[in-house]
């Protein structure tokens, strides 16, 4: 074994690698003020960024779920690396050469499994590129050539060729050191009846890489008749390739997609392509499954949520294309994002439009697009006899929790109008009630039991939720007042404290009534909405309260005088300022906790990222307490 890496090389890596320059490979980072960076949380889902980056300090913390650290904490965190593997990966970057305290300089066989199978992969993808070039692969440049693909769009996108016979891959790779055992666990080879022997054989090869760049897997276009394989064949689960946490292009176009907001989602990698070379260079698409939740948490970090953003699919015409636009709707209510559908009139995917009509045709494609809600809709209503009113009824039935799902009460109200256009209900307001029906239904129960149908009753009981049984809390407290302050300034003068407010978490509330006051504010769209319609907004967080017990709590803190007559952006930013000190001083006694159990034989890694973040909170804690509102 190779012992540990020298302290002075861990520092010159740590110092050679910018921390914005490494998280912005994987979210798209904004100014935060102070010098810091803010964005969406890789380590956990949300909505509002609570996620700060500091360059000047090499450091990142997210308030919202506690992860923080300097660069290496990061990069071993979302890659899922050692210690080992993750130094190791930023020096090759940087280009500095590790030294090791025992056994000299680290040769690659005892590097770590997953840095070992990304070699694998990168070598693999060199391999298949070299071998497009032979006259073996004549077939698969004359593929690329017929749907208007050269030798220079070959290249950027790194399309190579797998050779047809039974060990071609196998056996290079075994020549540059990797065993049989990596090989079988990279997915480049399987178990044959003499030994491993390649995977693909035969076929156009797409490398299909993370985030960050690394190539993870392969994708596989079958070429020849005598094929008996699947048209695609993708790599399979791996330790580095989980194909509903990969998208295919989306290290060629993540920095356009946090520029201008935009994603354009297609089908395959042929769509992808000719999206790219046509200008459209924010295209992707998913590997061989359905687009998922996974797949939006990875745009959402990189659109930011912002109120400009837009997703666009782009699906097939055909049946299977309608199929799988109706699934991606249903991870729709997931993305702040607006979300649209393009299909060209003829059905076309874009390499066929590309090939038939031109670059500009492709470009035109994403810009007529009608709504995914709607589209969905039409594909339900398209399905019933909307001339008689069992038709019109059975539609609506069907088609009301869609809309009723939308979270936004403005656009669910414009789009329950548009459904009663649809169906060809004359009474508008009907279909509008109908909706906002279901939508409470859905609040109150959380989605549990039976919808109240239109052809029944109107009402509906729904039991209070028991409450929690324990001892007398005592809200009035002095410890509870600056959590109680905050939550009236939230609910009554939103503009105040948002949209730092929606950055913070439910547990910085320490009393639960409180905390479950937060999540109804949270649940209601955040403090942010408030500022756009103050009464609905009241409203909402009302109907999002679990209980009784709750929603009367939300009254009282609606109505209750603020404790100052003056009440400015200082007084908020105050409020603000206290409840958050109060929740990094708790974070910093947990550290301190952990820190002081473990002892000087444990984990190295893990000792360096508890004091790493002692130190993070620290120093905020710091700044909070010399900056005030101004370090949020």
Not at 400 to 413: E, L, M, Y
Not at 557 to 567: F, G, N, S, Y
Not at 602 to 630: C, I, S, T
């Amino acid at each position: 074994m190779a012992g540990r890496i020298n302290d002075d090389d861990v520092k010159a890596v740590r110092d050679a690698v910018p921390i914005d320059a490494v998280v912005s490979e994987y979210l798209q980072l904004r100014n935060a003020g102070g010098g810091n960076l803010k964005g969406l949380c890789p380590f956990h889902d949300e909505k509002s960024p609570s996620f700060q980056v500091s360059p000047s300090k090499g450091l990142f913390h997210c308030f919202g779920c506690q992860e923080g650290g300097d660069t290496i904490a990061f990069v071993m965190k979302i890659d899922h690396l050692s210690f080992s593997e993750t130094v190791e990966r930023l020096a090759a970057k940087a280009g500095i050469t590790l030294r090791y305290e025992e056994g000299g300089y680290n040769p690659g066989h005892q590097r770590g499994e997953r840095i070992r199978l990304v070699e694998a992969h990168k070598v693999a993808a060199q391999f298949y590129v070299d071998q497009l070039g032979s006259p073996e692969a004549e077939i698969g440049r004359r593929f690329l050539a017929e749907r208007g693909f050269d030798q220079a769009a070959a290249g950027h996108f790194g399309v190579g060729y797998s050779p047809a016979g039974w060990d071609h891959l196998t056996r290079f790779l075994r020549g540059k050191g990797f065993s049989d055992k990596e090989l079988i666990l990279s997915g480049l080879s399987q178990d044959g009846r003499r030994g491993p022997i390649d995977r693909f054989r035969g076929r156009l090869m797409w490398p299909i890489r993370d985030v960050g760049g690394e190539v993870v897997g392969f994708g596989a276009r079958r070429l020849r008749d005598d094929d008996n394989g699947p048209k695609y064949l993708n790599t399979p689960e791996t330790p580095i390739y989980k194909k509903s946490q990969v998208l295919y292009g989306i290290d060629l176009a993540k920095k356009d997609i946090a520029k201008v907001s935009r994603a354009v989602v297609v089908e395959g990698y042929t769509d992808v392509m000719a999206c790219h070379l046509a200008g459209v260079t924010t295209a992707i698409a998913t590997c061989g499954t359905a687009f998922g939740g996974d797949h939006i948490k990875i745009l959402r970090r990189l659109l930011m949520d912002n109120g400009s953003a837009r997703v666009i699919f782009t699906f097939d015409g055909d049946a299977a294309g309608q199929k799988a636009a109706l699934r991606a709707f249903e991870d729709d209510q997931k993305f702040a994002a607006e979300t649209y559908i393009a299909i060209a009139p003829d059905g076309m995917d874009p390499c066929e439009l590309r090939l038939a009509k031109g670059d500009e045709a492709v470009s035109d494609l994403v810009v007529p697009r009608t709504p995914l809600f709607e589209f969905a809709l039409r594909q339900i209503v398209v399905r019933y006899d909307l001339d008689t009113p069992g038709g019109r009824a059975a539609a609506l039935d069907e088609a009301a929790p869609i809309v009723a799902r939308i979270k936004n009460s403005g656009a669910q109200h414009e789009v329950a109008v548009q459904l009663a256009g649809m169906l060809g209900i004359l009474d508008t307001q009907f279909v509008v009630k109908r909706v906002a029906q279901l939508a409470r239904w859905a609040r109150d129960r959380g989605g549990r039991g039976q919808a109240p149908t239109s052809r029944g009753q109107q009402q509906y009981d729904a039991a209070p939720a028991p409450r929690t049984s324990g001892p007398a809390l005592t809200l009035r407290n002095p410890v509870y007042a600056t959590e109680r302050e905050l939550l009236k300034l939230a609910l009554q003068r939103p503009e105040l404290v948002s949209p730092a407010f929606d950055a913070y978490g439910v547990d910085e509330f320490t009393a639960p009534p409180y905390a479950a006051v937060r999540q109804a504010v949270l649940d209601a769209g955040g403090a942010d909405y408030g500022t756009q319609d103050p009464q609905e907004y009241l409203v909402r967080v009302r109907e999002a309260a679990p209980d009784d017990a709750v929603r009367a709590m939300v009254t009282e803190l609606a109505v209750e005088a603020i404790m100052r007559k003056t009440v400015d952006e200082s007084y908020a930013g105050d409020q603000l300022v206290t409840v958050r000190r109060r929740a990094v001083e708790r974070r910093v006694r947990d550290v301190q906790s952990t820190l002081a159990r473990l002892g000087t034989h444990d984990d190295p890694a893990q000792l360096a990222a508890v004091q790493n973040e002692l130190w993070v909170l620290q120093q905020y804690d710091q700044a909070l307490r010399v900056q005030g509102a101004a370090a949020l």
